[in-house]
């Protein structure tokens, strides 16, 4: 029995609705691990810092400053291949599914 327009415009907006909620879903568990393990390093640091006020610096540890450089730098790279992969995938549904 063919689908008629009806049940097509239904079935996409469930997809669009679960799809959208999957992600929200995901992202609030991603932001939720972060500010556990935020407060849980931050806790913790508080705690060595009472115990050992003045501790001694280590040789060959990089900056704050050399490490967020590094870090900026990875994340370029990463949002680089992410927009490379977003515009592959475009392309590759463009030359697969005909327009109609």
């Keep these: 029995m063919p689908e ?10 469930t997809t ?17 691990a972060q500010q556990f393990t935020l407060d849980a390093v931050s806790t913790w640091v508080d705690m060595v810092g009472k115990v050992y006020p003045d501790l001694p610096t280590v040789p060959f540890v990089p900056s704050r400053g050399e490490i967020l450089e590094g ?13 490379l992969q977003r515009k592959f995938a475009t392309d590759l549904v463009n030359v697969l599914v005909p327009a109609l």
């Design 16 to 32: 669009a609705k679960l799809s959208a909620t999957l992600r929200d879903e995901m992202i609030a568990s991603v932001k939720a």
């Design 71 to 83: 870090l900026g730098a990875s994340f370029g790279a990463v949002e680089e291949v992410v927009a």
């Design 4 to 13: 008629t327009t009806s049940t097509s415009i239904k079935a996409k907006a």
